[in-house]
T-cell receptor, first 112, second 114 residues
Framework: GDSVTQMEGPVTLSEEAFLTINCTYT??????LFWYVQYPGEGLQLLLK?????DKGSNKGFEATYRKETTSFHLEKGSVQVSDSAVYFC???????????FGTGTSLTVIP | NAGVMQNPRHLVRRRGQEARLRCSPM?????VYWYRQLPEEGLKFMVY????????ESGMPKERFSAEFPKEGPSILRIQQVVRGDSAAYFC????????????FGAGTRLSVL
């Protein structure tokens, strides 16, 4: 069945460091891929998405590229800020069906 | 435009009691989804509803759990005779009609069963 495997945390980085959070998926067909972010005490917010192979989603300095050959959708940011501290979830939505499949989430803490 | 509203944010119940979780979708959204997040796990799909209809309940436990989305008012996730294993965060998401691929999430209800 469809699934998402996400890099385990927690991750602690210094401000301005480079961030990578790995995400790989298993799915039939051509799913859409997403990164959601959850700030403390809040709900999940859509960070970025990609709907087909080689698409790059980007938002707020974060990027992820849909790689069908490696079934991956790694999240990257060149220079993290303290305000990026949150939990990040990778998710996929199959072309058919009604649900999202989520990874377990990666907690990121950025220290000044 | 208010987002997806869930209440209560925190709910404490004793074993055997009932838990009722409410979700008001974003304005104009007629599709609601419920997910559960157990400790140290990702979100798991439970049920998908449209107004007055359950469309997909493949992720719902067969007993004690039910969901509704009436014509008027919020969607309700109801857990009867709660057990400790029901302790989790329950998230609701909504989407506009016909665009199931975009889901907007609420802040979740954290249920603790004593």
């Amino acid at each position: 069945g469809d699934s998402v495997t996400q890099m385990e945390g927690p991750v602690t980085l210094s401000e301005e460091a480079f961030l990578t959070i790995n995400c790989t998926y298993t799915a039939t067909g051509y799913p859409s891929l997403f990164w959601y972010v959850q700030y403390p005490g809040e709900g999940l917010q859509l960070l970025l998405k990609a709907t087909k192979a080689d698409d790059k989603g980007s938002n707020k300095g974060f990027e992820a590229t849909y790689r069908k050959e490696t079934t991956s959708f790694h999240l990257e940011k060149g220079s993290v800020q303290v305000s990026d501290s949150a939990v990040y979830f990778c998710a996929l939505s199959p072309n058919t069906g009604n649900q999202f499949y989520f990874g377990t989430g990666t907690s990121l803490t950025v220290i000044p | 435009n208010a987002g997806v509203m869930q209440n209560p944010r925190h709910l404490v119940r004793r074993r055997g009691q009932e838990a009722r979780l409410r979700c008001s979708p974003m304005k104009g959204h007629s599709h609601v989804y419920w997910y559960r997040q157990l400790p140290e796990e990702g979100l798991k799909f439970m049920v998908y509803l449209q107004k007055e209809n359950i469309i997909d309940e493949s992720g719902m436990p067969k007993e004690r759990f039910s969901a509704e989305f009436p014509k008027e008012g919020p969607s309700i996730l109801r857990i009867q005779q709660v057990v400790r294993g029901d302790s989790a965060a329950y998230f609701c998401a909504s989407s506009p009609s016909g665009t199931q691929n975009i889901q907007y999430f609420g802040a979740g209800t954290r249920l603790s069963v004593l």
